[in-house]
Each structure stands twice: as C-alpha cells, then as structure tokens.
C-alpha cells in the first residue's frame, strides 16, 4: 500500500548532509513496511540490510554490549554475508529490544556519515526513557541519547488521504483535484466522498486493518482485525510500564477516551475514571499514552491568544485516540451506524473531532482548542507562516457564535468550517467552508505555511 511517508524516505536519503535516521511511531502502524518494502527494495534493491532486534538474538546480544559503531558494522558484515558501504542501507528493526543501538547511532553519525542508516520500532521512547531514568545506575552507565547526531521522522496511522489512494485511486485524485483548483466537487461526487469519510471513521488508519477492508471489501474483517490491535495496545503497557499501578491507569485512561469526549465540557476528568482521582495522579499514565503515539493530546487556550501557542493552564486538556477506527470500536457503536442512512443522527460530533485532531497530528500540527465565556469554544487552533486558523468542526451545519467571540480578542486570517458541507468561502466572515474529506489537504498546507483560499 501506498504511504505519504514514503517521500520523506527519499528526500532523507537525497539530502547529501543526512544523519541516522530514527522511524518512531505506535505498534502496527506501518513502520517496517514502509521501510523495508517500500523503501528499501525499491530503491536499494539488494544492497540493504536488515536485521531485526526482536528475532535475531545474536545480533541483539552483540550490539547491547557496544556502542561502537565500526564493531557493529563489521559484525553484522560477517553474519550477513555482505559487505556495508555507503551504497547499503543499514536498517535496525525493533530497537526497543537494544536501546544500546540507538547510542551507536552517534558514532554512525560521527565515523561513518556516509553509510545509510534507519532504525525503527515501537516503544521506543518509552524504553529508552527508563534506561535514561534507571535508578542506582552510575553516571557513566546511564543511556544516552545522541542528540543533534540523528534524523528523525514520526508514522501514523493511515490518513484519510491515504486510506483513500489505496481504496479509489480514482476518486483520490478527482477530490485532491478539487480541492487544488479551490472548487466543489458536483453533489453526487461530494456524497460518494462523504460514503468514504464514514467508512473511514469506522476501519480506521491501522494498515493490517485498511488491507483486509480493501482486499474483500470486507467491514466485519476489519473490524475484527482492530480488535485483535486494541487488545494488543493494552497488553502492550504491561510490558513497558514499571509498575501494576502504573499499568492498571494507563488501561483505565486508554480505554476511557470515548466516554471522557462523549460529555458536555469534554476536557479529561480524573473523577470520571476514578473516584476522587486528580490530574496528576494519571500524569505518568497520560505520558505514556503520548510518548507511545496511542493518544493524542490537546491543550486548552482562553480569550487573547499569543503566539507562539502555549497552553495557558496544562491541567485543562482533552485527549484523542490515535487512531479513529479504534476510536469508533472504543465507542461500542454498531458498526451498521456507519454506513446505513440514519448515521448523521447516531453518530456524535466527538467521532469528527477525533478524525480532524489525528489529520492535524499526523501532518505535524500541536494540538490547541479555544474556550471562551458562555461556552463558546473553537475545537482547534493552528498556527502557520505566524499566523491564526481557527478550525471549528461541525457535524452538521451549526452556528458561527464561537467564531464571533473569538473574532473580539484575536485577529486571524481566516476561519475554517470542517463539514459534510460542500467547499465554499464568505468573505464577510472570513470563513472557509471545507467537506471532510478536504482536510488531509488543508492539513498538509498549513503545515507548509502554504495556505491560501
């Protein structure tokens, strides 16, 4: 399947000043395929080699004791049969198993800056966090991370963009078409596409996921898939969390985001998930969930709105899952809600906002959402080229009263509506109407500074 993330492989590996190159990212979200199938058997044909940390023992072993990376390489030389120069691909799989890989990567960095090098894997962070924290460990012990020595890039779930190109090509190219020519597709065209957003929501981005949807054009498969990966994602914390106290919030907080959205003020309530809990009871948790790519989190800002953006109180905050076919399994909505006519009045505006806050994540944005006086509140903010969008996201049609209160203490450039409604723009409200399926574009544009009407 094709990945957007794809690109950002060849420019790192064009740029003639390239570093070792780090692929963080959730489990099953697509990491070793990227680079292994996509990238490195098509451009590196059979001068790559892989080794991974989780199956090859020996290997794992040897490079845990050294971070030399002139040793690692003529290791791995000799196990593999293969010479290493600067026209072979190195690729670490699973570091999480040999954080001690990640400390070479300086001495890649610094010795053998030609030799392409990747590493990849799940948890990384957070394992590489404990053996930074390790108590009793002496100074010189300790791990550390080579900072300013590596590259490093962030996969996501699929986005809808890309859940899209690999579905209906056709349709991909006719939306992205569009969307670049600044016009409404014809009705009929806009509701198939609107069909694809709500089959979205319900399969999600998770690629195992995505494939068997496309495959046998199957719900009931995929669904079952994003099962099986929920259940995988709560076995996970008790593998890499500390302690069983530690382990049994992470899975509560996790397994409670639906429920935390699904009330009027939405921001994350401790006394919700537990009695008499507060916010920094779950703090260990909520950093976990974060730094693992499994949850998203957004801060809050209120009135006049500075940049560069800052939260103005770290305690008020929403959480998103990371992934929105989890989301909508999370939920326990039947999955018939999804596709049959009467979806527009089961589903909540919560499973937009979780869709348009992983679109945001996944094309690098910070999370913010603004809440004024009288409940107003915008469900996002953005920054780009120092300047302010407001994203107000409406599953139906909505009013612009939030966008009137916000409009009194922050000067923006323009303000975007994310709907079922088709593409326009008001010039007396300086508001840009977008369908949902518009959003991966206008994410990607604002990313850039290249945002335009």
């Known amino acids: 399947m094709e990945r957007n993330a794809l690109q950002k492989l060849i420019d790192w590996d064009s740029n003639k000043r390239k570093k070792p190159l780090i ?177 979205y929501l319900l399969v999600g981005g998770m690629p195992e996921a995505v494939e068997a949807y496309i495959d046998d054009n199957n719900l009931l498969d995929a669904r079952e898939i994003l099962k099986a990966l929920y259940d995988n994602y709560l076995s996970d914390m008790e593998l890499y969390q500390a302690s069983q106290e530690a382990v049994l919030r992470s899975r509560t907080l996790f397994q409670n985001i639906y429920r935390e959205l699904n009330k009027e003020s939405k921001n994350f309530s401790p006394g919700l998930i537990e009695e008499k809990g507060k916010t920094r009871d779950f703090a260990t948790s909520i950093q976990w969930l974060t730094m693992a790519h499994v949850v998203n989190q957004s801060f809050q800002l209120k009135e006049h709105i500075t940049m560069p953006l800052m939260p103005d109180n770290e305690s008020n905050f929403r959480l998103f899952l990371g992934d929105i076919g989890m989301f909508s399994h999370q939920s326990g909505i039947n999955a018939a809600s999804f596709i049959s006519s009467e979806r527009e009045n089961t589903l909540s505006g919560i499973f937009f906002e979780n869709f348009v806050a992983n679109e945001l994540t996944a094309k690098g944005h910070k999370l913010f959402y603004w809440r004024g006086k009288a409940s107003s509140e915008l469900e996002f903010i953005i920054e780009s080229d120092n300047k302010l969008y407001p994203i107000d996201v409406k599953k139906g049609r909505g009013t612009l009263n939030s966008l009137e209160k916000f409009s009194n203490h922050n000067k923006f450039e323009f303000a975007i509506k994310v709907s079922k409604n088709n593409y326009g723009y008001n010039p007396e409200q300086k508001l840009l109407t977008i369908p949902f399926y518009f959003i991966p574009f206008v994410a990607k544009d604002l990313a850039d500074g290249t945002m335009a009407i």
Not at 60 to 72: D, G, M, P, W, Y
Not at 86 to 103: A, Y
Not at 153 to 172: K, Q
Request: glycine share 4%; proline share 3%.
């Open 23 to 199: 692929v963080w990212g959730a489990r099953q979200v697509g990491k070793t395929y990227l680079v292994l199938e996509l990238f490195a058997k098509a451009y590196y044909k059979d001068n790559y080699i892989y080794a991974d940390c989780k199956k090859e023992d020996e290997i794992r072993e040897f490079c845990s004791q050294t971070a030399n990376a002139e040793k690692i390489m003529e290791y791995i030389s000799l196990r593999k049969g293969k010479r290493i120069n600067e026209n072979t691909l190195l690729i670490f799989d699973e570091v999480q198993e040999c954080p001690n890989i990640i400390s070479s990567l300086k001495y890649f960095c610094q010795d053998f800056r030609e030799i392409p090098v990747i590493a990849t894997g799940s948890m990384v962070r957070i394992k590489l966090q404990r053996e930074t924290h390790k108590r009793g460990s002496r100074d010189k012990d300790k791990f550390l991370f080579p900072v300013g020595k590596i590259n490093q890039m962030t996969i996501y779930p699929m986005t809808f963009d890309e859940f899209l190109m690999n579905s209906n090509e056709m349709l991909y190219n006719t939306i992205k078409k569009a969307y670049e020519n600044k016009q409404p597709l014809d009705k009929q065209v806009h509701e198939l596409a609107m069909e694809q957003v709500y089959r």
